[in-house]
């Protein structure tokens, strides 16, 4: 079974400065997708960037890149110039050969202060 | 943009009460999950459909828990009997597999579910 490792419990950012959240897997699948999700307070599972493991490039969605190592099989989410909104957690997901589901990591809150 | 909905929002009953929850999924997307999300054990799968036919629900107790598709529209989880230990959100996701790559899956709101 994958096993997907967050060892940041919380951590704390200055606004407008940039924050790495680290993700480690452990996985034989010769191919899968890494994912992440934030999730604020009130609840809602939000996607926010997607990483295959045969991509060339890192993937960037606006304020948010993947610092995918494959050979070190770290994941880690990138977030520049952080505002008070991304205060949330934030959630490590993998999806291997083997079904279609997640498995998740669990989780690092992130707090941004003003 | 196209949601994920699930209902209700939020749930409260008492023990031994069925309990079912409700999910839409999005349009197009040909496979839907269940997930559970607790302190303890953090996220967690239920069970999941594709094609509306079950594949894994080997995260289910099995006792009390079932998980259906009667439409392409719609999943139902039920509880029947809830317990205490049931307490959690449960979240609905769907998703396209066939597409090419690993495609993201879109997450409900989930359900806030206590069993007193």
């Known amino acids: 079974a994958q096993k997907i490792t967050q060892t940041q419990p919380g951590m704390f950012v200055q606004e407008k400065e940039a924050v790495t959240l680290d993700c480690t897997y452990d996985?034989?699948?010769?191919?899968?997708?890494l994912f992440w999700y934030k999730q604020p307070s009130s609840g809602e599972m939000i996607f926010l960037i997607y990483q295959g493991s045969y991509d060339q490039q890192n993937a960037t969605e606006g304020r948010y890149s993947l610092n995918f190592q494959k050979a070190r099989k770290s994941a880690n989410l990138v977030i520049s110039a952080s505002q008070l909104g991304d205060s949330a957690m934030y959630f490590c997901?993998?999806?291997?050969?083997?079904?279609?589901?997640?498995?998740f990591g669990g989780g690092t809150r992130l707090m941004v202060k003003p | 943009d196209a949601r994920v909905t699930q209902t209700p929002r939020h749930k409260v009953t008492e023990m031994g009460q069925e309990v079912t929850m409700r999910c839409q999924p999005i349009l197009g997307h040909n496979t839907v999950f269940w997930y559970r999300q607790t302190m303890m054990q953090g996220l967690e799968l239920l069970a999941y459909f594709r094609n509306r036919a079950p594949l894994d629900d080997s995260g289910m107790p099995k006792d009390r828990f079932s998980a259906e598709m009667p439409d392409a529209t719609l999943a139902t989880l039920k509880i029947q009997p809830s317990e205490p230990r049931d307490s959690a959100v449960y979240f609905c996701?769907?998703?396209?597999?066939?597409?090419?790559?690993?495609?993201?899956?879109?997450f409900g709101d989930g359900t806030r579910l206590s069993i007193l």
């Open positions: 996985t034989s699948d010769p191919s899968y997708g």
């Open positions: 996701a769907s998703g396209l597999v066939g597409a090419g790559g690993f495609q993201p899956q879109h």
């Open positions: 997901a993998f999806r291997g050969n083997a079904g279609n589901m997640l498995t």
